[in-house]
C-alpha cells in the first residue's frame, strides 16, 4: 500500500486518519474471511464432500478484477499527473470492469445451479456461494465509491487538490485490496480441494 503522510505541523508525519480506517476495516475484513476460510477446511475434514471445479465465469472474473485494479492504478497516476482525459477514461473504465467482475459472478452461480449445486445441496457449493457472495457485497461498496469518484472526476472542475487526490488514493486502495482478496480466494476455491 502507498503510506501518505502528511505533515501535522508539528514536525512529525502522521498517516491520515481516513486511510488509517480503511487499513483496519480491511484487517477487519481478512479476519472475516480468514473465518470462512478456515470453516470450509474444518467443514470439508468433516467428510460427505462434493467435489466439483468452479465454472470458467470464475476465472474470467478474476482476470477482469486484476485489469480493473491495474486501471484504478492508471487512474490515480493520471489524476497525480493532471492528466484529466486519462483520469476521466480510467474512472469509467475501472467502474464498467467492476461491474463485468459482478455480472461474471452471477453468470458463475447460474452455471453452478444448472449443474445441481445449489446452496441447500452440499455443504462444499454452499461455501462458494457464501464467500463468493459476501465478496461481490464488498465489490458493490466498491463500486459505490467509485460511482462517486465518477460524479465528482465529471462533476466537478478538474483540480487535484490533496484532498481530491487522498479521497481517489483510498478508493483505489479498497479496490486494490477486493481485488487481491478475490485473488487469494478464487486460487483457494480452485485448489483447496
Known amino acids: 500500500m502507498d503510506i501518505s503522510l502528511q505533515n501535522n505541523g508539528e514536525g512529525s508525519t502522521t498517516i491520515h486518519p481516513l486511510k488509517f480506517a480503511l487499513w483496519i476495516s480491511l484487517a477487519s475484513i481478512s479476519m472475516m474471511f480468514a473465518g470462512f476460510m478456515s470453516a470450509y477446511m474444518v467443514r470439508q ?27 484504478a492504478h492508471f487512474t490515480v497516476v493520471s489524476f497525480r499527473k493532471t492528466r484529466e482525459v486519462y483520469y476521466k ?16 459472478q452471477y453468470q458463475g452461480w447460474l452455471a453452478m445451479q444448472s449443474s445441481g449445486i445449489d446452496l441447500k445441496g452440499n455443504p462444499s457449493g454452499a461455501f462458494v456461494y457464501l464467500i463468493s457472495g459476501v465478496h461481490v457485497a464488498h465489490v458493490l461498496a466498491g463500486l459505490a465509491a467509485w460511482t462517486m469518484a465518477l460524479v465528482q472526476g465529471f ?19 479498497y479496490w486494490h485490496y477486493v481485488d487481491l482478496l478475490w485473488v487469494v480466494l478464487f486460487l483457494f476455491l480452485t485448489y483447496y480441494r
Open 155 to 173: 462533476g466537478l472542475k478538474f483540480r487535484p487538490t490533496y484532498k481530491r487526490i487522498n479521497r481517489l488514493e483510498i478508493t483505489a486502495q
Open 45 to 71: 475434514a468433516a467428510g460427505n464432500w462434493f467435489e466439483f471445479s468452479l465454472p470458467s465465469y470464475f476465472l474470467a472474473s478474476t482476470l477482469v478484477i486484476l485489469a480493473s485494479s491495474l486501471t
Open 89 to 104: 477514461v480510467g474512472l469509467g473504465v475501472t467502474f464498467l470492469l467492476g461491474i463485468v467482475f459482478v455480472v461474471l
